[in-house]
């Protein structure tokens, strides 16, 4: 499935208005949205960013919010596009598995 990149953007900044949420006690801002405007070109490209690159280094800082987005059948349609793992390989990261992540706060 390929989504237009207005409609993605328009669609993350629904969810994230729905989603944004702070991490007390560990200070980690969950925004989707943050990941869109660096990784955009990679996920849609199916490239693989640098690994010093501003994509790697915003998805890092999204680790912890990752959890909570893999649970969110709103977010189904952007991780399941092909690019979404040549990214984080490229950045080392590991999507985690829905059923088995653990949640870092409640509220998704």
């Known amino acids: 499935m390929k989504m ?3 409609s993605l953007v ?3 900044l629904a969810m994230t208005i729905l989603m ?3 991490n007390v006690g560990m200070a980690i801002e969950c925004n989707p949205m943050k990941l869109v405007p660096p990784c955009y070109s990679f996920i849609t490209g199916n490239t693989p ?3 010093d690159s501003e994509c790697c280094n915003v998805l890092h ?3 912890k919010c ?3 987005y893999v649970r969110n059948q709103l ?5 399941s596009m ?3 793992k040549t990214v984080a390989q490229a950045c080392s990261i590991k999507i985690p598995d829905p059923k088995t992540c653990i949640l870092w706060f409640s509220r998704w």
């Open 4 to 6: 237009s990149y207005a």
């Open 10 to 12: 328009a669609t993350m």
């Open 20 to 22: 944004v949420q702070v």
């Open 49 to 51: 960013p640098p690994p």
């Open 61 to 63: 800082d999204q680790n």
């Open 66 to 68: 990752l959890c909570g």
């Open 75 to 79: 977010y189904q349609p952007f991780l």
């Open 82 to 84: 092909p690019g979404i």
